[in-house]
């Protein structure tokens, strides 16, 4: 099992530019979240999915648009990049409705914004 | 929100030491976890440990719900324990959101 992949890892964007971070989940979890780390902070909730078919604003949704494709995946969208969410984002999933609350987190896509 | 606070903000030891990090937060919650980020970035969980004392290997956790604190108990550290421990909180429920500290950055040394 992959658990939750990422993609990019890396990724160079001009302002104004725009791009789409690919998450992807194979352990069968409802519940899937977008992060951003900031240098010296700790990981900020820009949006979340509680199941599929819905999703919600986080503490940061300023700036971004989320799908849930379907239950595997999840995307986070950015229509025109700027400097300031130059970031390491992380997708999380967790497990069943009121049990295994445990989050799991993929390795991150890197973006700097020109 | 809820804040959430984590202290010491930068710990160095030697290796075999041990070390207690701290996490206070400041109203009810009844979902709490520990991860580590290694050097490299990758986000591990360590506990889900919204109340009680749970122990795996060298590391240990207490969640004093009552009194909006928990502990976590590295012992005997080793040089692959550095990176940075998050403290993160939430409400529990369907969507289980999470807020984080701002970490414990620990550097483990020879």
């Known amino acids: 099992n992959a658990g939750v992949t990422q993609t990019p890892k890396f990724q160079v964007l001009k302002t104004g530019q725009s791009m789409t971070l690919q998450c992807a989940q194979d352990?069968?979890?409802?519940?899937m979240y977008w992060y951003r780390q900031d240098p010296g902070m700790g990981l900020r909730l820009i949006y979340y999915s509680a199941s599929e078919g819905t999703t919600d604003k986080g503490e940061v949704p300023n700036g971004y648009n989320v799908s849930r494709l379907n239950k595997r995946e999840f995307s986070l969208r950015l229509e025109s990049a700027a400097p300031s969410q130059t970031s390491v984002y992380f997708c999380?999933?967790?497990?069943?409705?009121?049990?295994?609350?445990?989050?799991?987190f993929g390795p991150g896509t890197r973006l700097t914004v020109l | 929100g809820i804040q959430v606070e984590q202290s010491p903000p930068d710990l160095i030891l030697q290796e075999g030491a041990n070390s207690t990090l701290r996490c206070n937060f400041s109203d009810s919650v009844n979902n709490l976890q520990w991860f580590h980020q290694n050097p490299w970035g990758q986000l591990i969980n360590l506990f889900y440990?919204?109340?009680g004392t749970k122990q795996n290997g060298r590391l240990s956790a207490t969640t004093v719900a009552t009194e909006r604190y928990s502990l976590l108990y590295i012992s005997s550290s080793q040089t692959t324990d550095s990176g940075v421990y998050f403290c993160a909180v939430g409400l529990g429920g369907t969507a289980s959101k999470l807020t984080f500290g701002t970490g414990t950055r620990l550097q483990v040394t020879l």
């Open positions: 352990m069968n979890h409802n519940s």
């Open positions: 999380a999933t967790t497990g069943s409705l009121g049990s295994y609350n445990e989050q799991f």
């Open positions: 440990i919204p109340s």
